[in-house]
């Protein structure tokens, strides 16, 4: 256990030599996590916009995006500019304070769950005992943003919109959150750090997914029902609802739904990588593998090494589910409301209440292998 | 005054100012819809001010229970209700609105003598630890000292659940219970009548 590489002790340090007091130096340093995660956030949302649309196109036999910079990269800035300089319509039977305020909160608590998501040791912008129960309470939040938005648009399409997206997100808050309960369970802790501390060791062996083969299939679905992927995108079946709540939205409002839902994928995706796959963990033990080759763990230019591969793992391991959501996409049909509801409440709470009880007896029987 | 002390005071403020005008705006508004998302409001910043008292986990509870579940079952039900009621005087209406202002009254006596009596100079003055985990704490206390209320609840919370199972499966309830309810006194509360509730049921 070392302690890596130390960002914010060294930028105090360093101001303070400046001649900077220690409060002030502090507080410079506040802002600069929240500027990362927004902007890393968003450009995560640019990629995923921009494989969604190269890897839709390739299940459609189709080339996708081309023109726009090379192989297309620069289309999600083109959709992105578009929104933002379209009108921004009100319709005007609506509720103007409550058509505005809807997309904001569906998108502020995915920016804000960030904050727990690990890249590395130390690179977190807060490690919280309460860790992964807050990304389940942010989530919690965002169907009173849906429902808001599909009252307040004054469009029965949008009503019954926000009306299926916040039954659906309840549904499927409660195997999501007993899922990542059975992982706390094993780690001993809800600190994202210590889920990940706690696969370490072995390399690919020592991952959550072999412990939780149950567990992590029930985390997937419901993590699509949650983010309203498609094979569970009833708040916005085209077919029956025009656009759910999202109907009477246009330029920026529309674009904050668009965004959020984006960011909501690239998290659970994060989220998944996190609980189930080793976080930033590297599939041969990179410890291990040092200390082999007689190099020491305090080394600066192994500590470097190992911080820019966790981060490299990590966003690997949340893009390859991003790619697994796009070809679930264009591979599975849409089931019904009724489908959906069964299929959470009658199927999915009873398996996960099993997984959750057979993982507390494994516990119990073997310590070693599920975390005593 | 260092920079964490101010920040905690201009916070405190802030969240108080909030709760107490979404609190009213609840009470007041005549708009049912604004008044259930302002109590969203007002559980949040409750949420905010168990932050400040450094209780992360409650805070995170309180928003999960109050914000993610409560409010939005409140909404819900406002939003799929679309009733149309007659308003018409009940005889003696003034019994019922005494009886919950007598209830109010009661609550507020009660909470207000608890504040006044908890001598909270101890709390300043004691050398309190700092609680590393404070889920780990609050699980020592649940199977210790609070064992009781623990399991209390829990038991409350089975109940509900066996009443919702029961409710939502209505070829358990024998349908000769059905009857016309009528408001005539000021103690009864409107009801759906039965086959009207067994016959929405039964769709799903």
Redesign the interface.
Known sequence: MNSGIDLQGSFIQSLKELGLPA?LA??LWIPLPLFLMIIGATVGVLVSVWLERKISAAAQQRIGPEYAGPLGVLQPVADGLKLVFKEDVIPAKADKW?FTLGPVIVVIPVFVSYLIVPFGQNLVITD???GI??W???S??T??GL??A??ASNNKYS?LG??RA??QS?SY?IPLALSVLAIAMMSNS?STIDIVEQQSGLGILGWNIWRQPLGFLIFWIAALAECERLPFDLPEAEEELVAGYQTEYAGMKFGLFYVGSYVNLVLSALVFAILYLGGWEFPIPLEGLASWLGVSETTSWLQVITASLGITMTLLKAYFLVFIAILLRWTLPRVRI?QLLNLGWKFLLPVSLVNLLVTAALKLTFPVAFGG | MNLAAGVQIVSFVILAGMMLGAALGVVLLSNIVYSAFLLGLVFISISGLYILLNADFVAAAQVLIYVGAVNVLILFAIMLVNKQEEFYTIPKRWIRQGATGLVCVGIFALLGTMILITPWSKATTLPFSVVENTIIEIGKHFFSDFLLPFELASVLLLMAMVGAIIIARRDFIPESMARQETISTPLTLPERPRELASSTASED
């Open positions: 409060d502090k507080a409550l919280l005992n309460v129960f807050l389940i309470t942010l919690s939040v169907p009173i429902l808001m599909g009252y009503l926000g009306l916040a039954a309840i808050e809800l009724d």
